[in-house]
């Protein structure tokens, strides 16, 4: 059912204690608070819910637990619990007196996620922009001079290796097995296990004869194991089918194989090869960041994130980021500033698309294309003070998930650090002219005395 619409509370609580009464108001997340619009949000995400049954949380708590989640680099686990403690949290999150207990289950937050999807999500970026444009710290000609690049938001998963991944295959798939009542010749876990070491420790040891051997053996094992089920399954359940289906898979692919399984809790996970040399390859998905060129009072802030599956080539990713842009949005850009690797974009703006190194520009636009690579250090933050860098979120609608909310995050963050910022600054105005005022009154008396 949709989620009751908030109703302010003015009244006083005999036993409890109004948020408003024991925190301070300029504090920068009480001021953020003031500045989203929050009946626009609640009527954007309302539309999620059904007619019936039990109401639904309130929006704005959800909203605020994630935003404040990505904010702060927080897991689900972690803000709820720093929900109860901190009052500010409470405060952000629409509540009126402070709350001893979290009045939700933790996994509520992940049913929502799923239930508005990603695309909804783009809502709570677009928010945070006008959040900046009302606080003057963003510019509304920020927004028609952009930058474009990609970068790999990698998942959660171990480096995958054939030997890791058979063990896996064959763990994995003796235990659905036996959950549904087949009962196996041999499991081979045991035997499994000790193979993987010492796979590892011949490797280690420089021994490849030894070690391909040993690999040899647990791709016999993992055989073995498949075809002791498949004549034992007269039908399989939808558990065992997606085991059965994985376990032949990794069974049958090869080394040089280009779609291989990398991940058996992840196999939406692709192999990505960048170019690094610190970093060959990265395992997860490519994202697409567009970001403000000129460094706005506030910063450079994210104006679209978003995951691309199927390792698509750099240049063909320019068209959709541009078209999906310009329709949440609603602003053409009038400047498009990409590096070298957007060679062949097909985008319908090929005139305002600068690429890095280009010659026989504009005076201004040169000027601007080396702002280009501040783009670079952006996703520096995006990795290591957000999610972007190791994403928990499952399957591939995880991945567009924390794509977005990576780039909500980071506009918050710029946020509050420009609230914080220019509230010193006005508070050291005011510090200043008292002083000069107080100056002033003892010269006045100085002179006086002395006369």
Same mark, same amino acid.
């Given at each position: 059912?949709?989620?009751?619409?908030?109703?302010?509370?003015?009244?006083?609580?005999?036993?409890?204690?109004?948020?408003?009464?024991?925190?301070?108001?300029?504090?920068?997340?009480?001021?953020?608070?003031?500045?989203?619009?929050?009946?626009?949000?609640? !009527?954007? =995400?309302?539309?999620? =819910?059904?007619?019936?049954?039990?109401?639904?949380?309130?929006?704005?708590?959800?909203?605020?637990? @994630?935003?404040?989640? @990505?904010?702060?680099?927080?897991?689900?686990?972690?803000?709820?619990?720093?929900?109860?403690?901190?009052?500010?949290?409470?405060?952000?999150?629409?509540?009126? =007196?402070?709350?001893?207990?979290?009045?939700?289950?933790?996994?509520?937050?992940? @049913?929502?996620?799923?239930?508005?999807?990603?695309?909804?999500?783009?809502?709570?970026?677009?928010?945070?922009?006008?959040?900046?444009?009302?606080?003057?710290?963003?510019?509304?000609?920020?927004?028609?001079?952009?930058?474009?690049?990609?970068?790999?938001?990698?998942?959660?998963?171990?480096?995958?290796?054939?030997?890791?991944?058979?063990?896996?295959?064959?763990?994995?798939?003796?235990?659905?097995?036996?959950?549904?009542? #087949?009962?196996?010749?041999?499991?081979?876990?045991?035997?499994?296990?000790?193979?993987?070491?010492?796979?590892?420790?011949?490797?280690?040891?420089?021994?490849?004869?030894?070690?391909?051997?040993?690999?040899?053996?647990?791709? !016999?094992?993992?055989?073995?194991? #498949?075809?002791?089920?498949?004549?034992?399954?007269?039908?399989?359940?939808?558990?065992?089918?997606?085991?059965?289906?994985?376990?032949?898979?990794?069974?049958?692919?090869?080394?040089?194989?280009?779609?291989?399984?990398?991940?058996?809790?992840?196999?939406?996970?692709?192999?990505?090869?960048?170019?690094?040399?610190?970093?060959?390859?990265?395992?997860?998905? *490519?994202?697409?960041?567009?970001? !403000?060129?000129?460094?706005?009072?506030?910063?450079?802030?994210?104006?679209?994130?978003?995951?691309?599956?199927?390792?698509?080539?750099?240049?063909?990713?320019?068209?959709?980021?541009?078209?999906?842009?310009?329709?949440?949005?609603?602003?053409?850009?009038?400047?498009?500033?990409?590096? *070298?690797?957007?060679?062949?974009?097909?985008?319908?703006?090929?005139?305002?698309?600068?690429?890095?190194?280009?010659?026989?520009?504009?005076?201004?636009?040169?000027?601007?294309?080396?702002?280009?690579?501040?783009?670079?250090?952006?996703?520096?933050?995006?990795?290591?003070?957000?999610?972007?860098?190791?994403?928990?979120?499952?399957?591939?609608?995880?991945?567009?998930?924390?794509?977005?909310?990576?780039?909500?995050?980071?506009?918050?963050?710029?946020?509050?650090?420009?609230?914080?910022?220019? =509230?010193?600054?006005?508070?050291?105005?005011?510090?200043?002219?008292?002083?000069?005022?107080?100056?002033?009154?003892?010269?006045?008396?100085?002179?006086?005395?002395?006369?």
């Amino acid at each position: 059912m949709k989620p009751p619409k908030p109703e302010k509370n003015n009244q006083q609580d005999l036993f409890r204690q109004r948020l408003d009464n024991i925190i301070n108001m300029k504090h920068e997340l009480v001021l953020l608070s003031h500045g989203i619009d929050w009946p626009r949000l609640d !009527t954007h =995400f309302g539309q999620f =819910f059904s007619q019936n049954g039990r109401p639904g949380i309130p929006s704005r708590m959800m909203i605020g637990l @994630h935003i404040l989640k @990505h904010t702060f680099a927080l897991s689900d686990e972690e803000v709820c619990a720093r929900w109860v403690e901190n009052p500010y949290f409470q405060y952000f999150c629409g509540e009126t =007196f402070f709350q001893h207990d979290f009045p939700i289950e933790r996994s509520s937050m992940t @049913h929502w996620r799923k239930r508005v999807g990603d695309e909804a999500l783009n809502v709570l970026l677009q928010e945070s922009l006008f959040v900046a444009l009302k606080a003057k710290a963003l510019k509304p000609q920020d927004l028609t001079k952009i930058t474009v690049d990609t970068t790999v938001q990698e998942k959660a998963i171990t480096f995958p290796t054939d030997a890791k991944l058979h063990y896996k295959a064959i763990e994995r798939l003796g235990e659905i097995a036996k959950d549904n009542g #087949i009962v196996l010749r041999q499991s081979y876990v045991r035997v499994a296990k000790q193979t993987l070491i010492m796979v590892g420790r011949y490797r280690h040891a420089k021994q490849m004869k030894r070690a391909k051997k040993s690999m040899r053996k647990l791709h !016999t094992y993992l055989g073995r194991l #498949i075809r002791d089920v498949e004549r034992k399954a007269f039908e399989m359940g939808e558990d065992l089918l997606e085991a059965f289906l994985k376990a032949k898979r990794i069974y049958n692919q090869k080394t040089k194989d280009t779609h291989k399984l990398l991940s058996w809790h992840a196999p939406e996970v692709e192999c990505i090869s960048k170019g690094k040399p610190h970093k060959p390859y990265e395992f997860g998905c *490519k994202v697409s960041i567009i970001s !403000t060129v000129n460094p706005s009072k506030g910063g450079h802030f994210v104006l679209q994130s978003a995951a691309l599956h199927g390792n698509p080539y750099d240049g063909h990713t320019l068209k959709e980021a541009i078209d999906q842009y310009v329709e949440d949005t609603g602003i053409k850009p009038k400047r498009i500033y990409v590096d *070298k690797g957007y060679r062949g974009h097909d985008t319908s703006l090929k005139l305002h698309v600068f690429k890095a190194g280009q010659k026989r520009l504009a005076p201004q636009i040169k000027k601007e294309l080396k702002r280009r690579s501040a783009i670079e250090p952006l996703i520096g933050h995006l990795k290591n003070d957000g999610h972007l860098g190791r994403n928990y979120l499952k399957g591939r609608l995880g991945d567009k998930i924390n794509a977005v909310f990576s780039g909500i995050g980071h506009n918050f963050r710029l946020l509050l650090r420009w609230i914080r910022n220019l =509230f010193v600054f006005i508070l050291a105005l005011i510090l200043e002219r008292n002083f000069s005022s107080l100056h002033l009154n003892l010269l006045q008396q100085n002179l006086k005395w002395a006369s």
